[in-house]
């Protein structure tokens, strides 16, 4: 999608969202030459802030490329921002049910138009500890596994700095500014999966590739190593769960021996 087919309601936010933004934050964006001048792709996205979508969306709108976000279908309920969703044609997730697979399909029929489509691969933001991107779903591998499009990799950090993840009220910091700093990467070599069944244990493995060449970019970004292991929420839920089970028999224990 060129520059001259960006819309109405694409530059109608640009002009809503861009002034904000411009006064709030410093930029250092990076890589955009990485991303195709025409045919459909897909990005893959860390998400570490409420306020990165904003921060990519700049980014990636100034590369006259405009992106389809999949984003939550309650908010398209949302009087003003579903009207905006709607106009700049987002993609609806119906997480969980029988509606679920038409954002999948949704996003194949946009790269095969010639679109760009965006994917936060983690579903949510981070819970890592230390604000890396936590293990991935399977959708951005699926749709590229099936198209065959380019996937391009997105780092960003700064807004989460300004909007910690779940932070809300006086926890926003947006002084002094902070720099909004987005890298793309060449495409992800996902050729080796192309004639797999694309079988969970085939998509896990492509996912985790996209994830891997995410998590070196935000370490090049943030100047820090890579981790050495990706913080699996669901793991980390599971493991809390046991502990507290464990925490809870040894004080049923120590009250029954203490009778």
């Known amino acids: 999608m060129s520059r001259r087919r960006i819309g109405f309601w694409y530059r109608l936010a640009a002009v809503i969202a861009k002034p904000p933004l411009l006064v709030l934050f410093k930029r250092d964006w990076r890589g955009m030459e990485h991303i ?3 045919g459909g792709f897909i990005t893959a996205v860390n998400h570490n802030s409420y306020a990165d979508p904003l921060s990519y969306a700049h980014w990636q709108y100034n590369t006259g490329r405009v992106p389809r976000f999949l984003a939550k279908a309650g908010l398209f309920k949302t009087p003003f921002v579903g009207m905006m969703l ?5 993609i609806p997730v119906y997480r969980e049910t029988t509606d679920a697979m038409n954002a999948f399909r949704a996003a194949i029929a ?3 138009r010639g679109e760009c489509v965006a994917f936060y691969p983690e579903g949510t933001l981070t819970r890592d500890p230390d604000m890396w991107p936590m293990a991935g779903k399977t959708g951005a591998a699926r749709v590229a596994l099936q198209t065959k499009a380019p996937v391009i990799p997105v780092a960003q950090w700064g807004a989460n700095l300004a909007m910690p993840p779940y932070a809300k ?5 947006f002084f002094p500014r902070k720099t909004l700093q987005v890298q793309a990467g060449p495409p992800v070599d996902l050729e080796r999966f192309y004639d797999k069944e694309p079988t969970p244990d085939v998509l896990r493995e492509a996912t985790e590739v996209i994830m891997a060449a995410i998590t070196e970019l935000l370490a090049e970004v943030r100047q820090e ?3 050495a292991e990706v913080y699996d929420h669901r793991k980390a839920r599971a493991e809390q769960r046991r502990r507290a089970l464990e925490k809870k028999k040894q004080q049923q224990q ?3 021996n203490a009778k």
Request: zero cysteines.
């Open 36 to 38: 195709p001048a025409d």
């Open 86 to 90: 709607r106009g700049t044609g987002q």
């Open 110 to 112: 946009a790269v095969e």
């Open 169 to 173: 009220g006086k926890k926003t910091h």
């Open 225 to 227: 190593p890579v981790p």
């Open 254 to 256: 120590s009250g029954e």
